[in-house]
């Protein structure tokens, strides 16, 4: 594994800044969200509000990416491709992902979104699945192993009868779109390296309804769906290691008072 970058000062600014854009850009395109709408336009939606606001984002052309955001619903994991064929209907429930670079700085995070009245079901998984980021981010403190935040999500998840994905994972982040370290959301307790002040990385754990495992779409190559075709829901959010305990840098709504 590489080194884990501590951040100074003038980065943690920078990229605070670019978090809570990308945020602001999440908050933004909800009005958005309703049956009938495609996820296309929501792209382009996103698009111009981050360009706006002197950004770029940073999943257009990465790695031959070709949108602004990666949209997700029901039994997408992660790496949905918006589409104009792609049209939200009632009942639907969809993770937008957003990574915005500003003055060089990344920011990173995601929401999930129901649209129109959604199963019990569903909300039942989509609200597990904040819960499961929640516990996650109150193991970040200096000192504390990056195996915990993976204990305490797969806990808790599984107790709730559902399955963490494993096959893909939080990382660090600020200073270049994915950096060390890798942030698993299953693992054991008290394993894996230490948190210190000035890390920066996402948490963002995909809890599906039935089985963990996922498959790639083979004509895309992006898109991930659960392996059962049942539903997956995702939350992520940039976190800081700050000398007592944490920053949530993508929080613009207050949610989580700094410790």
């Known amino acids: 594994m590489g ?57 257009k052309g990465y790695n031959g990416y070709p949108k602004s955001s990666c949209i997700s619903p029901n039994e997408v994991v992660c790496h949905g491709i918006p589409s104009e064929k792609t049209v939200l209907k009632d009942g639907d429930i969809i993770n937008i992902d ?52 993976g204990f305490v999500i797969h806990r808790y998840a599984k107790a709730n009868g559902f399955s963490v994905v494993y096959e893909f994972c939080g990382h660090g982040t600020g200073l270049q779109f994915h950096e ?43 898109t991930a769906r659960t392996s059962d075709n049942k539903l997956s829901a995702q939350f992520e959010h940039t976190v800081l290691v700050t000398p007592t305990g944490f920053e949530v840098l993508t929080d613009v709504n207050n949610e989580f008072p700094i410790t």
Request: glycine fraction near 8%; proline fraction near 5%.
């Open 3 to 59: 080194k884990i970058i501590i951040k100074n000062e003038e980065q943690i600014e920078g990229i605070r800044k670019s978090s809570r854009l990308a945020a602001a850009t999440l908050d933004f395109v909800s009005q958005f969200v309703a049956p009938g709408v495609n996820t296309a336009t929501l792209d382009q939606k996103i698009e111009e509000y981050i360009l706006s606001h002197g950004a770029i984002p940073a999943t």
């Open 98 to 149: 957003i990574t915005t670079i500003l003055d060089g700085y990344y920011g990173d995070t995601s929401r999930m979104f129901m649209v129109g009245e959604v199963s019990e079901k569903a909300r039942n998984l989509v609200e597990v699945t904040k819960h499961c980021l929640e516990l996650g981010i109150q193991q970040v403190k200096p000192g504390n192993y990056f195996g915990n935040i």
């Open 180 to 222: 060390e370290p890798q942030v698993d959301h299953a693992s054991r307790r008290n394993t894996g390296p230490i948190m210190r002040p000035g890390m920066i990385f996402t948490i963002e754990p995909m809890i599906n309804e039935g089985r963990p495992t996922t498959r790639i779409d083979k004509v895309d190559g992006w």
